[in-house]
Nanobody, 118 residues
Framework: VQLQASGGGLVQAGGSLRLSCESS????????MGWHRQAPGKRRELVAL???????NYLNSVKGRFTITRDNSKNTVYLQMNSLKPEDTAVYYCNVEYTDDDGRKSLWGQGTLVTVSS
């Protein structure tokens, strides 16, 4: 099973983008789906996550601007990003944490580049 992220691109400050992350197959036992980002020269950071129960958590700097949602039937997670700022520029990675008979595991997508111009 692989994760395919899409939706990145170049946008002006104040604009919007919607990222999608789709699984190539069914994933059972999902605990958390999330989006992380890594800007040049910086550590990867968690941007948003959504639990199997629908609970969400956001990086403080994106609260009120970003919204994470999921479609359980498609094993797909989305990140709606509004009011984008130049500091949101980064490669965005989706992540799925799940549990199978062998224990807890983590899947990562390939990353999609978001560039916000000032």
């Amino acid at each position: 099973v692989q994760l395919q992220a899409s939706g990145g691109g170049l946008v002006q400050a104040g604009g919007s983008l919607r990222l999608s992350c789709e699984s190539s197959g069914s994933i059972f036992g999902i605990n958390v789906m999330g989006w992380h980002r890594q800007a040049p020269g910086k550590r990867r950071e968690l941007v948003a996550l959504i639990t199997s129960g629908g609970g969400t958590n956001y990086l403080n700097s994106v609260k009120g601007r970003f919204t994470i949602t999921r479609d359980n039937s498609k094993n797909t997670v989305y990140l709606q990003m509004n009011s984008l700022k130049p500091e949101d520029t980064a490669v965005y990675y989706c992540n799925v944490e799940y549990t199978d008979d062998d224990g807890r595991k983590s899947l990562w997508g390939q990353g999609t580049l978001v560039t916000v111009s000032s």
